[in-house]
C-alpha cells in the first residue's frame, strides 16, 4: 500500500495547529492537519477566551486574520466582578471596549475563523492518530485509527494535554492540580434566568470562599458558561457518589458543597440547563522542556499543559503556531535549525506563563478568597501606574 508523505504534518486541529498550518500557508508552505474529531461541528469548542495583544493578537496579525477578529469581539466582554460567598462585590471593573487589553472572542469563532483561511482539504477529519514511530533522517511515521500511515519531515504535535507525539520527546506526564471544575450552562440568561445574568454581570465573575468557588463569563450567544470550582482529592468524582448521570441528583450532591452561600450563586447550579460535566484540572510540570529530538516539537498544550489560571493556555498555544511557522519560513531546508530557534523562545515563555498559573490557582482557592486575588489584581493596577509615570 503506498504511504502518504507530507512535508509537513501537524497532529490537532485546535488553535494552535490552525494557526501553524495558516502562517504556513501563507508563506506557501503546505501543511496536513489530521484530527480525530469527525467533523468541525463534532463537539463544543469551549467558551470565551481572552485574546492578550503579546500573544493571541500577535498570531492573529501573523496569521493575516486580526481585521476579521475585531469583527468578533464579545462587546462588553472584558467587563469584571469579584463577589464573596455572601454575594457581596467587592471588586467590579467595567468594559472598556478597547482592543490593548483582553478583548473577548468565542473560541467556536475564533475556530470557524482559522479554518475557513485555510485551503479545502487542509485538515483530515476523523484521523485520529494511534501510533508513531520515528525513521532515518528525522522523518515519522504516523498511524491512524482506520489503519492507513502517512510519513512526513516535520511532524508537529498539536494534539493537546493527552498528547500522542508527545512520547517521542518526553517522559512527562500531566499532574492533577488539586482544583476540579463542573461546567455548567444557563441558556437564554437574560430572558429564562435573570437573577443568575445579573449576579454574573455582562462579562466575568469570580465568586470565591472556603478554597472554592463560581467562575463564570457570559457568552456572545447569551448564554452563562459556569464552573464551579472545588479543592477535591483526584479520585473525588469516582469516590464521592456524584452520579452524573442523573442531573439533578448530581446538581445537589454539588450544592451541599455550597451550604450557605448565596443563594442567587447556588443557582448557577441549580438551575442550570443540561447535564453537568466533571473537568479535573491537572498540568505538565512548570519548566517542562525537552532535549532537541531530529523531525519533531510540540505546540500548546501538548507543549506546556496548564491551569487556566492565567488566561495563557489559548493564548500560548497560537502564539506557539505562529512562532513555529516563522522559524521554518526563515530557514528554508534547515528544520532542524527552525526547531532550535522555535524551542529556545518557547521554553522560558512557557515556563513563565505555567508559574504564574500555578501561583494563581493557589491565590484564587486559599483559605483567605477572594482577599488574595483583590490584593494581585491591585498589585497590577499599581505596576501599570508605575509603568506610566516611568517609575
Not at 472584558?78 to 482592543?99: L, Y
Amino acid at each position: 500500500m503506498t504511504t502518504t508523505h507530507h512535508p509537513v504534518a501537524i497532529i490537532g486541529g485546535g488553535l494552535g495547529g490552525l494557526v501553524l498550518a495558516r502562517v504556513l500557508h501563507l508563506g506557501g508552505v503546505d501543511a496536513a492537519v489530521y484530527d480525530l474529531e469527525a467533523s468541525a461541528a463534532a463537539r463544543p469548542q469551549g467558551g470565551m477566551l481572552d485574546m492578550h495583544v503579546e500573544s493571541g493578537q500577535a498570531a492573529l496579525r501573523a496569521a493575516g486574520l486580526y481585521e476579521e477578529f475585531l469583527a468578533a469581539i464579545h462587546p462588553g466582554g472584558e467587563a469584571m466582578r469579584v463577589i464573596d460567598r455572601h454575594g457581596a462585590v467587592r471588586m467590579e471593573e467595567s468594559d472598556d471596549g478597547g482592543t490593548d487589553g483582553r478583548p473577548e472572542v468565542s473560541r467556536h469563532d475564533l475556530r470557524d475563523m482559522l479554518l475557513a483561511s485555510l485551503p479545502e482539504g487542509t485538515v483530515r477529519w476523523g484521523a485520529k492518530a494511534t501510533g508513531v514511530r520515528p525513521l532515518t533522517g528525522g522523518r515519522h511515521e504516523v498511524t491512524l485509527a482506520s489503519g492507513e500511515s502517512f510519513t512526513t519531515d516535520l511532524l508537529v504535535g498539536a494534539d493537546g494535554a493527552w498528547s500522542k507525539i508527545r512520547p517521542l520527546l518526553s517522559a512527562a506526564r500531566p499532574a492533577y492540580c488539586g482544583i476540579s471544575f463542573v461546567e455548567a450552562y444557563l441558556d437564554d440568561a437574560d430572558t429564562r434566568h435573570p437573577e443568575s445574568a445579573a449576579v454574573v454581570g455582562g462579562g466575568s465573575l469570580f465568586a470565591l470562599g472556603d478554597e472554592k468557588g463560581f467562575l463564570a463569563h457570559r457568552e456572545s450567544d447569551g448564554r452563562l458558561h459556569i464552573y464551579c470550582a472545588l479543592k477535591v482529592p483526584a479520585d473525588w468524582f469516582t469516590t464521592s457518589g456524584v452520579d452524573f448521570t442523573d442531573t439533578e441528583a448530581a446538581k445537589a450532591r454539588i450544592l451541599t458543597s455550597f451550604d450557605g452561600w448565596d443563594e442567587r450563586l447556588r443557582g448557577l447550579i441549580r438551575d442550570a440547563d443540561g447535564a453537568l460535566v466533571p473537568r479535573p484540572i491537572h498540568a505538565l510540570p512548570v519548566g517542562h522542556r525537552w532535549d532537541r529530538v531530529p523531525g519533531v516539537t510540540l505546540v500548546g498544550d501538548a507543549a506546556h499543559l496548564m491551569s487556566p489560571f492565567a488566561g495563557e493556555g489559548a493564548n500560548l498555544a497560537m502564539l506557539d503556531g505562529a512562532e513555529l511557522a516563522a522559524a521554518i519560513l526563515a530557514h528554508p531546508g534547515e528544520t532542524e535549525k527552525a526547531l532550535a530557534v522555535y524551542e529556545e523562545a518557547l521554553f522560558p515563555r512557557s515556563e513563565q506563563a505555567a508559574a504564574e498559573s500555578a501561583a494563581n490557582l493557589d491565590v484564587i482557592f486559599h483559605s483567605d478568597a477572594p482577599q488574595g486575588l483583590l490584593d494581585m489584581f491591585a498589585s497590577f493596577g499599581e505596576r501599570a501606574e508605575g509603568a506610566g509615570t516611568g517609575s
